[in-house]
């Protein structure tokens, strides 16, 4: 009886293990592909649009590289899949993306039932509406009656909806599953006014015939945390994807540039030397190299350098560092420690 009953035991003890050990990594799919693949923006400027030669550029494009650079010592080794916000997080779950990097709003319903998890805040944001200037409106309070265009599958629909039964005034929904239809929309008179997070509306706003012509309105009717995605499943993803965002904001804070980061490995201060892994194993932790974030700062820049070329001062956009500056200086985007 005692050899069955062991034998049983055994067998309970390998069925429950079986499963954990037989799992492959998305880091280690990653390495043995050589290449990370980032589900991003069809074609948004500052965040994920590809240039004439098809290199990708944007924020949420030098997200992916940092993790490229953080895994392979080379920023280049992604693969990016531009994804349209209806099919975005579907492509996430059956792993057709190691990735979702593609202004994402962080909500609790899909923090809680898609199989996903947000890694961070890598931009916050709020819902805005854009209208010509000839309508007259200067309040989103005035858009009673207007027809909004906007894009199916995203926060703006309940935001716009919730903004518009507040106020107890009406609206025609006019919807499209691309920003690029909507904006066309907008341009040929279908609709009287353009939502999207205020982001959004200065990247569309470009590719308007006249962008002097149509105005950003100045309410802001939702908060938009923007930040990457990850499956569930992989808690050492996880962990990789938010750290490397986390290190990005550190840096910065430390100042430590892709400029001086090399003559910045010979700092004295702790908080540095830990950064760039001259002391410590912290690399180790997320399966990387210890010298992970030097390999980030070196081939990418830290959170502000990335921020001022693709949306800030040095970009078309133009777009203050507001909620986005460091806490330090009276904004939002605070990291943990590496200790």
Known sequence: MKTIASALLAFAVSMTVMPVQAQTTTLATVKSRGALICGVSPGLAGFGIPDAQGEWAGLDVDLCRAISAAIFNDPKKVKFTPL???????????????????????????????????????????????????????????????????QQGTTTELNVADHFRKHKIKYEPVTFDKGDEAIKAFESG??????????????????????????????????????????????????????????????????????????????????????????????????????????????????????????????VLKISRGKNALWIEGGLQYAPPIR
């Open 84 to 150: 349209s916000s209806k099919d975005r997080f579907t492509a996430l779950q059956s792993g057709e993306v190691d990735l979702l990097s593609r202004t994402s709003t962080w909500t609790m319903a899909r923090d809680t039932t898609l199989g996903l998890t947000f890694a961070g805040v890598n931009y916050y944001d709020g819902q805005a509406f854009l209208v010509q200037k000839k309508l007259g409106v200067d309040s989103a309070l005035k858009l009673d009656g207007a027809s909004i265009c906007l």
């Open 190 to 315: 279908r609709c009287d006014a353009l939502t999207d997070d205020a982001s959004a509306l200065y990247a569309l706003k470009l590719k308007l015939v006249n962008p002097s012509d149509a105005i950003v309105l100045p309410e802001l009717i939702s908060k938009e945390p923007l930040g990457p995605v990850v499956r569930s499943s992989d808690l050492q993803w996880f962990n990789l994807v938010k750290w490397v965002h986390a290190a990005m904001l550190d840096a910065e804070e430390l100042g430590v540039t892709t400029a001086n980061v090399d003559e910045m490995l010979k700092s004295p201060n702790p908080e540095i030397r830990r950064l760039l892994g001259v002391e410590g194993k912290f690399g180790e932790g997320i399966g990387l190299t210890n010298d992970w974030v030097y390999r980030i700062v070196k081939f990418v820049g830290n959170y502000g350098e990335a921020f001022d070329r693709n949306v800030g001062k040095d970009s």
